[in-house]
């Protein structure tokens, strides 16, 4: 009887390890020199649906020149407010992550059809919020071209049709420059 219990303990060690050893081969190493492995979330080339179980993963996944101040995700809404200081204005910067956004927004996630995007400027020592720039924009609209010109802006000024297309408002302290 005892030989018996030994016997199937030993054959469930060694079945354990087998399947372990066949797991790690189809998914991938889940230990790394003693460590465990992280997964990504928002894997590049399979979108995925965002809510608010995975949506600080799918963000923290995008490089922004600046903090986001405030995210909420809505059904099929994601908005999104970043910070903006005047030791961090620059336009083009901040073109380039409005880009990313959008691409992450409609590349990488499969229920996201509008984003509303607004940059905001506080003031440090009154703590009021102003607006710079807001966008909305809607997954059936935009384009990969339009996505890159947005990205390549530069400081220059955005053409009408660009900021058309994104349902962009500029403020007048987006046009000076924040000074």
Same mark, same amino acid.
């Given at each position: 009887m005892k030989s018996k219990w030994i016997l199937q303990s030993l054959t469930f060690m060694v079945a354990s390890a087998l399947l372990l050893s066949v797991v790690t081969r189809v998914g991938g190493p889940i230990f790394e020199a003693g460590r465990p492995v992280s997964a990504? *979330?928002? !894997?590049?080339?399979?979108?995925?649906?965002?809510? =608010? =179980?995975? &949506?600080?993963? +799918?963000?923290?996944?995008?490089?922004?020149?600046?903090?986001?101040?405030? *995210? =909420?995700?809505?059904?099929?809404?994601?908005?999104?407010?970043?910070?903006?200081? !005047? /030791?961090?204005?620059?336009? +083009?910067?901040?073109?380039?992550?409005?880009? /990313?956004?959008?691409?992450?927004?409609? /590349?990488?996630?499969?229920?996201? #059809?509008?984003? &509303?995007?607004? &940059?905001?400027?506080? #003031?440090?020592?009154? +703590?009021?919020?102003? &607006?710079?720039?807001?966008?909305?924009?809607?997954r059936e609209e935009w384009s990969e071209s339009a996505l890159e010109e947005l990205r390549n802006a530069g400081d220059k000024e955005l053409p009408k049709e660009l900021r058309a297309l994104f349902r962009m408002t500029e403020t007048h302290l987006w046009r000076q420059g924040v000074n």
């Amino acid at each position: 009887m005892k030989s018996k219990w030994i016997l199937q303990s030993l054959t469930f060690m060694v079945a354990s390890a087998l399947l372990l050893s066949v797991v790690t081969r189809v998914g991938g190493p889940i230990f790394e020199a003693g460590r465990p492995v992280s997964a990504a *979330v928002f !894997e590049s080339g399979k979108p995925a649906e965002l809510n =608010d =179980d995975n &949506l600080v993963d +799918g963000l923290s996944t995008i490089e922004l020149p600046v903090p986001i101040a405030k *995210v =909420d995700v809505n059904r099929n809404v994601l908005s999104v407010d970043l910070k903006v200081s !005047e /030791e961090h204005f620059n336009k +083009g910067e901040l073109y380039s992550g409005i880009a /990313e956004l959008i691409s992450f927004s409609f /590349e990488r996630t499969s229920n996201i #059809d509008q984003l &509303l995007l607004r &940059l905001v400027a506080e #003031d440090r020592w009154l +703590g009021t919020r102003y &607006l710079l720039l807001a966008a909305d924009v809607r997954r059936e609209e935009w384009s990969e071209s339009a996505l890159e010109e947005l990205r390549n802006a530069g400081d220059k000024e955005l053409p009408k049709e660009l900021r058309a297309l994104f349902r962009m408002t500029e403020t007048h302290l987006w046009r000076q420059g924040v000074n």
